[in-house]
């Protein structure tokens, strides 16, 4: 069965640190690949997504992610994190064939220190 | 922007009540998906519909069932609720033009079965 695995729970990060959030999945097929963040209160918002092209797709907010196909992988990124980065971010992965069907990693809790 | 609206935030129900959650969208996405969200389980697919009147289970579809008579609505129902039930249930919908498009979310309702 597929599944999505983020290493890291709960992060908890001093603002201007560095961020990296790791995102496995299993499946051998294409795929297109997702991170989605959901702010305290709010409803899960896209961050970026990867389908096709160059394997480092930049986001909203200063976030990047890096698609490695070889090692099933595709961290989220942020140079410098700030207070309003406070959030749970999720990892999905699309097979492409299939259609309707995404899988959601467990998610990880970012918490920043102002 | 897409705007996907679930008509309650916040239940609370009694263990055997019957409960209609509403979700409706604005887009005329022909997709709409019912997620169940619980802490360190991520999001887990309980039903979608790719069409008026048309279904099909996700992951998790025992003790619920669903409606789609309207195109732009999507209704979860628990015959009777049970206390595992207990949960933030989230709505999405998805375009049918683009196999790259991202899932779009409602804000999320917060069921308690007591």
């Known amino acids: 069965a597929q599944s999505v695995s983020q290493h890291n729970h709960h992060v908890i990060l001093s603002e201007a640190a560095s961020l990296e959030l790791g995102c496995n999945y299993s499946y051998g097929g294409t795929v297109n690949l997702f991170w989605y963040v959901q702010y305290p209160g709010q409803h899960l918002q896209l961050l970026l997504k990867?389908?096709?092209?160059?394997?480092l797709v930049k986001g909203i907010k200063g976030f990047e992610a890096e698609f490695i196909k070889s090692k099933f992988s595709f961290n989220l990124r942020k140079p410098s994190v700030q207070w309003s980065d406070t959030a749970e971010y999720f990892c999905?992965?699309?097979?492409?064939?299939?259609?309707?069907?995404?899988?959601f990693g467990s998610g990880t809790k970012l918490n920043v220190k102002p | 922007d897409v705007k996907v609206t679930q008509s309650s935030r916040y239940l609370v129900k009694r263990t055997g009540e019957k409960v209609f959650l509403e979700c409706v969208q604005d887009m005329d996405h022909e997709n709409m998906f019912w997620y169940r969200q619980d802490p360190g389980l991520g999001l887990r697919l309980i039903y979608f519909?790719?069409?008026?009147?048309?279904?099909e289970k996700g992951d998790i579809p025992e003790g619920y069932s669903v409606s789609r008579e309207k195109k732009e609505r999507f209704s979860l129902i628990l015959e009777s609720a049970s206390t595992n039930q207990t949960s933030m249930y989230l709505c999405?919908?998805?375009?049918?033009?683009?196999?790259?498009?991202?899932?779009?979310f409602g804000e999320g309702s917060r069921l308690t079965v007591l």
């Open positions: 519909s790719y069409d008026v009147k048309m279904k």
């Open positions: 999905a992965v699309h097979p492409k064939d299939n259609f309707n069907k995404f899988y």
């Open positions: 999405a919908s998805r375009d049918d033009l683009f196999a790259t498009g991202e899932l779009f």
């Open positions: 990867y389908f096709s092209g160059d394997p």
